[in-house]
């Protein structure tokens, strides 16, 4: 998967973003010659995405500085289905509120990541409800479900995979592909689009939008699908001990979105590099080649260059500047996240296990009594041993805040009010 003639298959190539494509030349060809719109789905199951998405907005964000029109789909139709790819279970249904909801939630990542507007490059967000939700469902039938085979859909590995461990499959899920197969013509009739991206697990989804296509008279569609990710460690992109790493600053704040990229493992600095900066491809190398303590800076870097794509350069800088104070001069900055305590709940005394379920730095009692027992846990810097420990009104300090630490990397500002 090399020579690529053009600027955005090359790019997506040697930053390692593509795992499949159909028709590799045919693509590559159409991207030398003209303008390609494409898009990708986004499906609007919380009210933001999280660092798992991100190397699909980036894909957008290439598609857009290579002189191509992205589209960032959402799927406000197709959510009051939910994909079935590879679940266990069906998804909850949503309310059409909480769709809207959602949706206006994960909106305001991209403006971070693609220029809006009506000009030829300029980026669309665009909504399958505005199709979908009018539908005729005699007509639909008639005209796109005559064109699926039940055969096929039952041997594509997502419906398969639940139906071979015996786990229902609703007629409602069944539809999914359908639907998203039946965007792809929907998007190239409205919007000349002709590559729909995405992840791996889609790639079946993808290539039933293409054989749509062709069959209800469209021009050729194209697929091209990103490899999913985990860490070096086999840990899921966008996860961490503490739960999704969100990219909404109102649930994950722009200091802990940092400390997530800072924890990068060696082994996964130089494809983070690639994949989640837009940083020179031989600056990427030099850092790349660098090994022992400096490795540490190259992470500070990686952690930087993301979250300031992501929350703004201003903010990227002030959280590496309260990392480096908190870890290496031992200070408390007010910029370090925090957490309101009622002062009646204080005085009553409150339990440092609470304190830690509460902070979010463990998940239940039972974790957070592991952490005291691993001395994983200070308060104000001083190592909490017994686990029945109160927190209490003496413990804040002329500051007016209670610092809860878990080991080095996680500080918490417990401020009473």
């Known amino acids: 998967m090399s020579g690529f003639k053009s600027d955005f298959l090359r790019t997506l190539s040697e930053r390692g973003f593509i795992h499949q494509m159909s028709d590799e030349s045919g693509l590559d060809e159409l991207f030398t010659k003209e303008t390609v719109t494409a898009y ?23 598609m857009q500085k290579t002189g191509h029109r992205p589209v960032a789909l959402m799927g406000g139709g197709t959510g009051m289905v939910g994909d079935p790819s590879f679940k266990e279970e069906a998804r909850k249904l949503m309310t059409v509120e909480t769709i809207a909801d959602n949706i206006a939630g994960i909106k305001k990542v991209f403006t971070n990541y693609l220029t809006f507007g009506e000009g030829k490059t300029d980026a669309l967000m665009v909504n399958n ?17 005559r064109h699926f085979s039940v055969n096929r859909m039952l041997s594509f590995d997502s419906v398969k995979t639940r139906l071979d461990r015996e786990q229902s499959l609703s007629f409602l899920e069944f539809n999914y592909m359908i639907l998203q197969a039946y965007d792809f013509v929907e998007l190239n009739k409205r919007y000349d689009m002709r590559l729909q991206m995405g992840g791996s697990d889609q790639w079946g989804n993808i290539i039933n939008g293409i054989d749509l296509g062709h069959r209800m008279g469209t021009p050729q569609l194209y697929a091209l699908t990103s490899p999913l990710l985990t860490t070096a460690s086999g840990a899921k992109m966008g996860k961490s001990l503490n739960g999704a790493v969100w990219l909404n600053a ?14 990068t493992e060696d082994a996964d600095v130089e494809r983070f590099l690639k994949l989640y900066t837009t940083m020179p491809m031989d600056e990427i190398a030099r850092l790349a080649a660098l090994g022992g303590s400096e490795i540490n800076e190259t992470k500070k870097i990686l952690a930087t260059e993301i979250t300031a794509m992501l929350h703004g350069r201003e903010a990227a800088e002030q959280a590496a500047e309260t990392a480096r104070k908190t870890f290496e001069e031992g200070a408390i900055s007010d910029n370090l996240p925090s957490l309101s305590i009622a002062k009646d709940e204080l005085a009553a005394g409150l339990g440092i296990q609470a304190l830690l379920v509460k902070a979010g730095l463990a998940s239940s009692n039972g974790e957070a009594r592991r952490h ?39 500080h918490i500002l417990v401020r009473p009010e």
């Open 129 to 145: 409800a505005d199709w979908l939700a009018g539908l005729n469902y005699l007509e639909f039938l008639r005209d796109v479900g």
């Open 372 to 410: 005291i027992q691993g001395g994983a846990v200070r308060i104000n810097d001083v190592a909490i041993q017994d686990e029945r420990a109160g927190i209490t009104a003496g413990d804040v300090t002329e500051d007016g805040i209670i610092k809860l630490s878990l080991g080095k990397k996680k």
């Open 250 to 263: 109102d649930l994950l704040s722009a200091y802990d979105f940092w400390q997530y990229w800072r924890n």
């Open 40 to 62: 990708i789905g986004f499906d609007p199951t919380a009210s933001s995405l999280h660092a798992g998405g991100l190397i699909q907005i980036m894909m957008l964000h290439w």
